[in-house]
């Protein structure tokens, strides 16, 4: 099968704390960071989004897969914050690449799990014979409503992977997707802040598909847990993957490395993508990956890789995810980043 | 601000910093042009400028022009690009007190400004510390 | 060529003009000037006026103004240099009167800056730059001079008290001009405490937003010695181009345009820089005199910085620049700036030029730049 051929990865600079957020809408900072699990998130400068950021990701997964722009046969970028309602933010990254005009684009959204879909088909692509190489990348700059408890970690990451038959750096040996219609968490056209059900996005959402699409993967694999080095689930908070591996027998170990949340946030459409760099960054030859997304609504995407060699000659050939999240970082006050996500009404 | 057809012509510069070497004298033109202000050939070969280089000026605004209002402060600079061309555009994720002649950058691709809220959203290039 | 005279020259009151139109505006001062002039007939008109356009929507400004002067159906002339649009008014009509092509030519120059808000005018300034490459990524005037001035600083050491002494300076030969927009004093702590507007400059280093129009009557020399006027002749007109963009620039820190300017006016005029007693030059900001100082050979590259705190430059140091206040205390409509430049030397060289008055003062020179110094234009003035 394809796999990977080049993966980047790309985290704003700003963070906002958990206690900042609490301080202005009196909340207790304490009891969110530990049920939340989660400490910071990250936070979109102005200058900043969907886009811009999946440039630089998919500038870094270019360095890697080493190859000509030209032979990229298809751009997805997967979001639930594509900056216009109507124009593909995926012409302006293949601009920016230089993989136009001979490229098929399309946009994706199925909330988080929109970056993941587009792995799926940019995979099935190349598969099928019908395009060289397809790049897929799932970024969101996503809004948190003020006060609301998804404030605390709605952030900004991109993450972008080629993939191709040749110069494989992680090989994909099964797939799998399980979806079912269910509003868990929504936003109507025209609204500016999403909506959700509360402890309803927990188990016949979160729970329910994850461990649906974990179990379908693992069956049609023939693959148990322990088969694998490492696991990545969706992070919408620090407990919910922790918890789903538990019940699906993977032990914490597998968990970690992958495991950027408590202080990156949800990255929404980046978020498994991210987790799944993450790993990339640290895994060797033949080891096996496992990664199950979510998007409410609701679905997972499920993929097993496998790592080759290669892995070791691209690795650093472009910044690593965990330098890009502990590194060179700014906090916020509550003030700049409502300013920056434009919380703050202004005159017309 | 620039209207869809002056923003769009600019794409291959603004986006992949496309540029031209004149085959008379070997200057690189960013943006290209018809002319070699140096020689006055006018055929060229399609090249692409560095994307690092070190800032040998910048300034911090601090009152802006329209559309730009909402990001005051904001630094700019002008920079030498390792292929010896000089290149203006903003800096950005650095601190004020860091900004310095000789400081290293880097080309990173951010939003530029919206035409208002319906408006078309430019992009471009800017500097970011290296 | 003829020999070229200013027979008339007319100005009044800079500022935020509320109550006038920019028609209003030119109109008066060139009704002084034609009055000034004592003459009925003019041959042409030439206008400078950098973005009637950008700032109250209106072009076909010359004929707007030749209607409005009541002297249709005069030829009538816009020209546009940023903000060396008022100096390249100068020279056309030079260039039409030594040609032999007309014989009186009203020069004028007019801005009207404040019917918009300050980032709209911030933005028209811009216009100056290159819109695609400069202006694209928000850079503002200050901004580019701004960024000349931390070479300047950095490669020769200039200091921001140098800076604010220009200000001084400027300010204090200002307040002897009853014309000037800001006939204040000001101090170099003053100066050094102003609110930054892009690092290093301070809104006491930036050149105002004004209202206001300046215009000369040029007719050939033989016709001023029929009418028995004190003789101030035109010698001397250089224009000279650079790059529009800094980044184009060969060196950011020397402004090449005045430099080649100057020397062809000075050639035409038979004349060294030493010659002259005083000099109207364009300090859009302070760091844009101390850089004009040194290209016009007044001060040794690099050293325009420490002649300006030597004193080189004072009203009654060896080479006076700026008695009129210059564009930071008299103001700055762009348009009008050049041909204001010669009003006060044609007034300094008639001795009518009061407290600010250079004294015997006969020779003086015009240096008016648009942009970062895309363009230059300089005039030299010859009373005999």
Request: charged fraction near 25%; include cysteine.
């Amino acid at each position: 099968m394809p796999g990977i051929i080049g993966y980047g990865a790309y985290i704003p600079r700003n963070r906002i704390k958990v206690e900042e957020i609490a301080k202005v809408w009196g909340a207790d900072a304490p009891s969110y960071k530990k049920g939340l699990l989660l400490e910071e998130k990250s936070v979109p400068s102005p200058d900043q989004d969907t886009i811009t950021m999946s440039v630089e990701a998919s500038k870094s997964a270019l360095k890697r897969a080493g190859i000509n722009p030209r032979d990229i046969g298809a751009v997805y970028i997967g979001s639930e914050s594509h900056p216009y309602a109507v124009k593909p933010s995926g012409t302006v990254l293949a601009e920016a690449l230089d993989a136009t005009p001979d490229v098929h684009t399309a946009d994706l959204e199925f909330a988080c799990k929109a970056g993941t879909e587009g792995m799926f088909i940019a995979l099935s692509l190349v598969q099928a014979g019908a395009i060289k190489y397809g790049l897929a990348v799932g970024a969101d700059t996503s809004q948190g409503a003020p006060g609301d408890a998804l404030e605390y970690s709605a952030a900004a990451g991109a993450a972008a992977f080629i993939f191709g038959k040749d110069r494989i750096v992680a090989e994909v040996l099964e797939t799998y997707s399980y979806a079912t219609d269910t509003p868990d968490f929504w936003r109507r056209e025209y609204q500016y802040y999403p909506q959700h059900g509360g402890r309803f996005t927990g188990d016949p959402a979160y729970f329910k598909h994850v461990t649906g699409a974990a179990r379908g993967l693992l069956a049609k694999a023939r693959m148990k847990p322990s088969d694998f080095q490492y696991v990545i689930f969706h992070q919408p908070n620090g407990k919910f993957p922790l918890r789903v591996g538990e019940m699906l027998g993977f032990e914490r170990k597998q968990i970690e490395p992958g495991w950027l949340v408590p202080k990156l946030g949800n990255t929404y459409s980046g978020s498994s993508p991210l987790g799944l760099t993450a790993t990339l960054d640290i895994a060797k030859p033949d080891q096996l990956i496992m990664l199950v997304s979510y998007g409410s609504g609701a679905g997972s995407d499920g993929f097993v890789f496998r790592v080759t060699d290669r892995i070791d000659e691209v690795r650093d050939l472009a910044p690593r995810t965990r330098e890009l999240l502990d590194r060179n970082k700014v906090y916020l006050e509550y003030g700049a980043y409502a300013k920056y996500r434009r919380k703050i009404r202004k005159a017309s | 601000m620039p209207t869809p057809s002056r923003y769009w012509r600019e794409i291959p510069q603004r986006y992949r910093l496309e540029a031209e070497k004149c085959k008379g004298c070997g200057l690189i033109l960013f943006p290209p042009r018809l002319v070699c202000p140096a020689c006055g050939k006018r055929e060229f070969e399609k090249t692409k400028l560095a994307e690092s280089g070190a800032l040998f000026t910048y300034t911090v605004i601090r009152v802006a022009p329209e559309g730009f209002e909402d990001q005051t402060p904001y630094a700019v600079g002008i920079a030498e690009m390792d292929d010896g061309v000089h290149l203006t555009a903003q800096v950005v994720d650095v601190d004020f007190a860091r900004l310095k002649v000789g400081l290293r950058v880097k080309v990173e691709f951010r939003k530029m400004h919206e035409d208002g809220e319906a408006g078309v959203i430019h992009y471009g290039y800017k500097f970011v510390p290296e | 060529m003829r020999d070229v005279a200013i027979i008339g020259v007319g100005m009044t009151k800079w500022g935020e003009l509320w109550e006038k139109p920019l028609r209003s505006i030119f109109v008066e001062s060139a009704l002084l000037a034609i009055q000034d002039a004592g003459v009925d007939k003019i041959d042409s008109m030439v206008v400078g006026c950098m973005s009637s356009g950008l700032f109250i929507g209106q072009e076909h400004l010359a004929s707007l103004l030749s209607d409005y002067l009541g002297r249709n159906p005069v030829p009538s002339t816009r020209v546009e240099s940023a903000c060396s649009s008022g100096g390249l008014a100068l020279r056309q009509g030079f260039i039409e009167v030594a040609s032999g092509m007309s014989d009186v030519v009203l020069v004028g120059g007019v801005e009207k800056m404040t019917d918009v808000t300050g980032c709209e005018a911030t933005y028209a300034l811009g216009t100056a730059a290159d819109q695609e490459y400069e202006g694209y990524h928000g850079l503002t005037f200050p901004a580019l001079y701004a960024m000349m001035a931390v070479a300047h600083m950095h490669r020769y050491g200039t200091t921001r008290d140098q800076l604010s002494m220009v200000a001084v300076k400027n300010h204090d030969n200002g307040s002897k001009n009853p014309l000037a927009q800001f006939p204040s004093k000001v101090t170099v702590e003053m100066v050094n405490q102003s609110v930054m507007v892009a690092d290093p400059l301070r809104i006491l280093d930036c050149s105002p937003i004004t209202d206001g129009a300046a215009a000369v009557v040029l007719c050939p020399a033989d016709m001023v010695k029929k009418m028995k006027k004190p003789m101030v002749r035109i010698t001397g007109s250089g224009q000279a181009s650079d790059t529009i963009s800094l980044s184009s620039r060969k060196d950011i820190t020397w402004l090449e345009s005045t430099h080649l300017a100057a020397l062809k006016a000075l050639a035409m005029a038979g004349r060294k820089i030493q010659d002259i007693n005083l000099f109207e030059v364009h300090d859009c900001f302070t760091i844009a005199e101390i850089m004009v100082t040194e290209a016009l050979g007044l001060a040794e590259r690099g050293r325009g910085g420490k002649a300006v705190e030597e004193g080189l430059t004072l009203l009654q140091g060896k080479y006076p620049v700026n008695a009129s206040g210059g564009l930071k205390a008299k103001g700055h409509p762009v348009g009008a700036t050049g041909v204001a430049q010669a009003v006060e030397v044609v007034k300094q060289l008639r001795d009518e030029a009061g407290e600010r008055q250079v004294k015997g003062a006969k020779r003086g020179l015009t240096q008016n730049m648009g942009g970062t110094g895309g363009s230059a234009l300089v005039h030299i003035f010859e009373a005999d």
